[in-house]
């Protein structure tokens, strides 16, 4: 298993889970898959990530609804959204209740891993945010 920062992701596509769980492994990354933000809120009284990746259109509870619920009980987790719907009004208000970045699908990979970089403070030697 990574030592690195724990990323939590959630999303109800398996295969878009598998292949950002991939993507952030090979960043040394430890990595969490959730389906639905019900399972991840679960998680969360075993283990607190250092950042959640979600998606806003999920079953149940959505990304956004997750994203405020975390606000008020966890107002310090860092939260990353995406979608494959980035409509100007839904950006605005994840970034307005503090997501850290907005991610329309597909994105570059390198997007995803400045934005995973920030939201855990990671810096590469000359103290750039990588």
Known sequence: ?????????VDDDDAIRRGLSSLLRSEDYRVTLHDSAEA???????????????????????????????RTDYPDLPVLIMTAYPQPNLRDQALLAGAVCFLGKPFDDHDLLRCVAMAVGRRDRDGNSI
């Open 1 to 9: 298993m990574n030592a690195g920062p724990h990323i939590a992701i």
């Open 40 to 70: 991840f809120l679960e998680s969360l009284k075993a283990d607190l990530p250092h950042c959640l990746l979600t998606d806003i259109q999920l079953p149940g509870v959505s990304g956004l609804d997750l994203q405020m619920h975390l």
